[in-house]
């Protein structure tokens, strides 16, 4: 199957229990956003594969933003068995699943699809599994008890506020550019505990513990409109978006004296491991991946 240009296969699988797989044609997956060309999904799954003996094809395809269901209707129609989904599709994801998890159902967004044996498309959304687990454990920030701020209300924040819900904040407060639009998720999240929101311009003069920015500014080199008065010397700054250098948003929250800041690297193969288990029952090493990625950088 011929998905894409920027492609790659793991090597022979060499695993007794995997003969079979091997001998076949590599299982194909890929991801879909716009833009794509920064993606290092490629690169994890298939280190992914080749530690767990997994024969598989993973490209990285650029979608039109009008254009998801095309793309997906032909990816699936040309034998591919699972979609990573970034930004801008992830409700165009949720949408176009035939099935829905538990977890992507409360997010409203879908991160991943997989393909059963059946032809059933099943959604579901590892996000904020991969962020809460690199923000608690890997840089060891603590939530609980914590005033803590998201900024933006699209796919990839919906992804995550439950997971930061089940942390126990003290507060948490979800920002948007449009107020109403996360007023509307805030309202769809009340039943799991308590969630505020407002614009932008309401933020002024209040300071929090945690700051997660869920927007794509940062894509664009552009920043979200966070007054500076939200940021305190010990506050702990998220991007979920990651970069060879610092972001424009974590170089801002630096310039505001904050200390302890990062990109969304450790989110991105944390997610990544939760969607390889879902298309090939196996879980890999996280570890490993993220050190290797972060020594590319």
């Avoid at 298939?46 to 990285?60: E, G, P, V």
């Avoid at 209707?73 to 930004?87: C, S, W």
């Avoid at 869920?214 to 700054?237: E, F, N, R």
């Amino acid at each position: 199957m011929k998905v894409s240009n920027t492609s790659a296969n793991t090597s022979e699988n060499t695993s007794a229990t995997n003969t079979a797989d091997s001998a076949a044609d590599p299982a194909c997956y890929a991801v879909f956003g716009n833009p794509i060309a920064q993606s290092k999904s490629p690169d994890i799954h298939l280190m992914f594969a080749a530690q767990t003996d997994q024969n598989i094809h993973y490209s990285k395809i650029l979608v039109e933003v009008d254009q998801f269901v095309t793309a997906a209707d032909k990816f699936f129609g040309e034998g591919g068995q699972g979609l990573n989904i970034t930004m801008p599709f992830k409700l165009d994801a949720y949408n176009y699943a035939h099935e829905l998890s538990d977890r992507a159902r409360t997010a409203g967004a879908v991160n991943t699809l997989a393909k059963q044996s059946d032809g059933v498309i099943i959604g579901d959304n590892t996000d904020g599994i991969g962020m809460v687990s690199d923000i608690t454990q890997r840089l060891g920030w603590v939530v609980r008890d914590r005033r803590v701020l998201v900024l933006g209300a699209g796919g990839a924040v919906r992804g995550v506020l439950l997971p930061l819900i089940e942390q126990a904040p003290k507060s948490l407060l979800v920002a948007n550019r449009t107020a109403s639009k996360a007023e509307d998720l805030a309202q769809k999240l009340a039943d799991y505990g308590e969630l505020s929101a407002c614009g932008y311009e309401q933020l002024d003069g209040s300071q929090f513990d945690v700051i997660i920015n869920g927007t794509s500014a940062s894509l664009g080199g552009a920043l979200p409109a966070l007054p500076a008065s939200c940021i305190h010397s010990k506050t702990c700054v998220y991007d979920m978006v990651y970069s060879k250098t610092s972001t424009p948003f974590l170089d801002w929250s630096g310039d505001q004296g904050a200390t302890q800041l990062s990109d969304g690297l450790g989110m991105l193969v944390g997610q990544a491991a939760e969607s390889f288990f879902i298309w090939r029952k196996v879980r890999p090493e996280v570890a490993p991946v993220l050190a290797f990625l972060q020594e590319q950088a």
